[in-house]
């Protein structure tokens, strides 16, 4: 407490504020917590909640500040975290650590991997773990800070680079833009993400749903997307996109100019199987990658438009979806919180009945003495 203060943090901003509680596996959790912006980890037995094993630092894995977004999962028996990695924040970091693979983080103050990232959500699929989360935009830094919002990947397999390229870093890290938006002759967006879920089922297929807003700097309004697992795989095999000149556009490289294995790949499978490890691959691969994180085009969403948008001062900020309800199992149902305290509780159009307009059931105000 006295260290942090001593670094001019109020007294509520030196407590020591629980970030980071996941299974690290049957038999154990994981706790990191920010320990006035010294942040450490300790593991706990899930039955008796009694420590196990020394503490264990939590830089990297957990924020310095309690007001810094983080996200945290195990995977195959490592913690893939992302977080601020310094005092300052200014080291925004995707990291893997505490598994038998060797611990690799992204470039550090490289704008063109993370540009002032808010994590939102981690998900481990197939061969890869996701990351969810919305940035200051570097394709459209000629009209200011404007935020998108991202999903990145990174293998499981990834052993890192070799000595001369990503040497303890990430080779398999990419990055593509989510896109929220009402489609139309002049496309409204909703770039802003703010809250996601794991995959539920939606028309038979796996898919997400966040919720989205606008720019601080324009009409307030919210909406909520779905995205399907296949569609965001898909976008992973689009083009790169790059910037030739300072102030030029960012454009599309062409394939001609890609080297091969097509660089992202998890090495030892599919185009990259001839590499056993990432470490093997081709010096210009990494070089490549390490240049060309982002890919074009954008994901879009389910049906190529919100499920639902909301135009109010009051912003939705977090959701909840029940895809087996009803009496058949068979409805999904959408809860929705807002940042005025309101829960809404919404039917997304589609379902059995082949609605075409979500439907208010429910409006519920959470702050309600009566609640």
Known sequence: MENCAVRGKLTDECHNYIRV??????????????????????SY??????????????QARCPFDATQS??????EGSLYSAT?????????????????QPPLRSAKYDSK??????????????????????????????????????VARVCKRDMGGSPRALDRHWTSFLKLRLNCSVPGDSTFYFDVLQALT?????????AL????????????????????LDDIERGFEGKFKEQRSLDGAWTPVSEDRVPSPRPGSCAGVGVAAL?????DLPDDVLTFIKAHPLLDPAVPPAAHQPLLTLTSRALLTQLAVDGRAGPYSNTTVLFLGSNDGMVLKVLPPGGPSGRREPILLEEINAYSPSR
């Open 209 to 228: 749903f966040g919720v989205f807003t606008t720019q601080t700097n324009s009409i307030p309004g919210s909406a909520v997307c779905a995205f399907y």
């Open 113 to 150: 991997w993370l540009r002032e990232p808010h994590f939102v959500h981690a998900l481990e699929h197939g061969d890869h773990v996701y990351f969810f989360f919305r940035e200051v935009s570097v394709e459209d830094a000629r009209l200011g800070r404007v935020q998108f919002s991202r």
């Open 70 to 75: 983080n996200v945290a999962i195990f995977a």
């Open 45 to 58: 037995g899930i039955t008796s909640l009694k420590q196990e094993g020394e503490e264990l630092s939590g």
């Open 21 to 42: 509680l996941v299974p690290w596996d049957s038999q154990t959790l994981l706790a990191c917590g920010t320990n006035s912006f010294s942040p450490v980890c300790r």
């Open 198 to 206: 794991g995959p539920v089922d939606l028309y038979g297929r796996p």
């Open 84 to 100: 601020a990695a310094d005092f300052q924040a200014s080291d925004a970091v995707v990291y893997r650590s505490l598994g038998p």
């Open 275 to 279: 590499f056993p490890s990432s470490r």
